[in-house]
C-alpha cells in the first residue's frame, strides 16, 4: 500500500532518537524527547490552496526538520508515518 499525499501535503517518516547523550549516557525510552527531523517520503502534487497557487519546494527522500506539533499520526503497514503541510516544514536538512 503507498499514501499518496494531495495537494500541499507531504508524508514523512520521523527518524530514530538519540539513545545515547554526547557524553556517553544512555537514555531510556520514555526520556527521549522526540526529533524533529524526518524523511520526505512522498510529496503532493502542489496546486492552489486557499486561493494561493503552491509549489512544492520538497522532494522524495530529502531530510527535513518540520514543527514540533505540526501534522497528523498515521500508521500503515506497521510503519509510522507523519502527514504535514509544507508550511510546517521549517528546512531542508543537506
Same mark, same amino acid.
Given at each position: 500500500m503507498k499514501l499518496v499525499?494531495?495537494?500541499d501535503r507531504v508524508v514523512i517518516k520521523?527518524? @530514530? *532518537?538519540?539513545? !545515547?547523550?554526547? %557524553? +556517553? &549516557?544512555?537514555l531510556a525510552s %520514555? *526520556?527521549? $524527547? !522526540?526529533?524533529? @527531523? *524526518? $524523511? =520526505?517520503v512522498a510529496v503532493g502534487p502542489g496546486g &492552489?490552496?486557499?486561493?494561493k497557487e503552491i509549489t512544492m519546494? =520538497?522532494?522524495? +527522500?530529502?531530510? =527535513?526538520?518540520?514543527s514540533k506539533y505540526a501534522g497528523t499520526e498515521v500508521k500503515l503497514d506497521g510503519q509510522e508515518y507523519i502527514i504535514v503541510r509544507q508550511n510546517?516544514?521549517?528546512a531542508i536538512v543537506e
Open positions: 499525499p494531495l495537494l520521523q527518524l @530514530e *532518537a538519540e539513545e !545515547k547523550t554526547k %557524553s +556517553g &549516557i544512555i %520514555s *526520556a527521549q $524527547e !522526540k526529533p524533529q @527531523e *524526518a $524523511e =520526505v &492552489i490552496v486557499d486561493g519546494q =520538497v522532494k522524495e +527522500g530529502q531530510k =527535513v526538520i518540520y510546517d516544514i521549517l
